[in-house]
């Protein structure tokens, strides 16, 4: 693909979903670049916002649910991520995500051995990345947690419990192993 084809694929993705999601009260930033191979789920009555210059590779997979999520400027989603907001998702700015990384601010409730859990609700805490924070690839990012500026998330970690500033986490459950 030529870079004249490229640079036109990209502006042709962009304006078709942020006019399509600016109808039902999304907010898309400028200069953002959003795949048409990507999923953005339906964001009537939910607060979701892009700021600018945001590129969402292909084959991402975006659902507020019953919550919101706002994402920050300067930010990368690549490809097969998904990100769920029901419990309410906030990304800093220059926040990196890697490939096949899941973040999931909501949690089943299972402690009623009489009733099926699909029937139990949920734990609703949400997640906050805050800036400059890069999340490796096939990482998980569980509700309740918080990981703060600076922060490195090594590929394949599970992040159950808030991360410090500029700390470096991996492992399953992730771990602080040194501070940048």
Do not use: E
Not at 11 to 27: D, H, K, M, P, T
Not at 127 to 137: E, K, L, P, R, Y
């Amino acid at each position: 693909m030529s870079k004249r084809q490229l640079s036109y694929f990209s502006s042709f993705s962009f304006r078709f979903v942020s006019l399509f999601y600016r109808i039902r009260g999304a907010r898309i930033g400028r200069f953002c670049r959003i795949s048409p191979f990507s999923i953005i789920v339906n964001c009537a009555h939910r607060a979701f916002s892009i700021a600018d210059n945001v590129r969402i590779s292909p084959f991402v997979f975006i659902d507020p649910g019953c919550g919101s999520i706002v994402i920050g400027s300067n930010c990368s989603i690549n490809p097969c991520c998904v990100i769920y907001g029901h419990g309410g998702l906030t990304i800093g700015d220059y926040v990196r995500i890697a490939a096949g990384t899941v973040i999931i601010p909501a949690n089943h409730r299972f402690d009623d051995l009489d009733r099926p859990i699909s029937r139990q609700g949920l734990h609703l805490k949400g997640i906050q990345i805050d800036d400059n924070v890069w999340i490796g690839s096939g990482c998980r990012i569980l509700d309740g947690v918080h990981i703060a500026s600076g922060c490195v998330v090594g590929s394949g970690s599970v992040v159950t419990k808030s991360l410090p500033r500029n700390s470096v986490a991996v492992g399953v459950p992730a771990r602080v192993i040194r501070y940048r």
